[in-house]
């Protein structure tokens, strides 16, 4: 059922940006642990929030498969704000999930958020099984970079819990059954919504 979904966001987008133009390019932000994990500019028409786990393995297809390609195709063209949420699940085949959401959330600090969620949901199927996830941090992060998140990881340890358990909130709101979820807004207006399927990663 979850391999529908692709087509469809596909298929919605597509009816959506008929008729929005758009421009301008991201702004480069210093060091600080952001609410809300973005792609795009802001104030785009349509506005996609994403709730994913990085251990989950229908996430990884959906972001691997589907989201880069809305993110090369709506976000850096202006025409989609694409809000990643961070919903560890809390399961024991998912147990280094919220360390993955961690380090995910503080590369987001340095501007690499999608640098690092695309390696940790590319390597799943390595650091799941060690949790060696800094391994896979390395492979995409310059010595430099890979020194300042793990400092922060601990320096700003209080402030990336708390951007998890904001993020974990909104998917309890959202009434999350399953993992990936996601909703469209047009212009602030909900015009699509999957909260994804009962049972498939969430209990």
Known sequence: MRRHLF???GVVLLGLVVSDASASAAKAKPFS??????????NAPIV??????????????????TLTRVIEDYCNKGKVYLIHREFPLNR??????????RWAVACAGIGQYELAAAAL??????????GNIEATM??????AELKKVKEEMTASKEKIDAALERDIF????????GTPAFR????????????GEPGAGYP
Do not use: M
């Not at 024991?92 to 959401?101: E, T």
């Not at 909104?170 to 059954?177: E, M, P, S, V």
């Not at 469209?184 to 699509?192: A, S």
């Open 92 to 101: 024991p085949d998912h147990r280094y999930s919220r360390d993955a959401a």
């Open 170 to 177: 909104a998917g309890n709101t959202f009434q999350i059954r």
């Open 7 to 9: 087509p469809l966001l």
């Open 138 to 143: 390395a492979s995409v992060l310059t010595p």
């Open 121 to 130: 949901f590319r390597d799943q199927a390595i650091w799941e099984r060690s």
């Open 33 to 42: 642990i952001p609410t809300e994990r973005g792609s795009g500019r802001k």
């Open 48 to 65: 996609i929030e994403v709730f994913t786990d990085f251990q989950c393995p229908g996430c990884r297809v959906f972001y691997l498969q």
């Open 184 to 195: 469209i807004l047009l212009h602030g207006t909900e015009v699509y919504a999957s909260h």
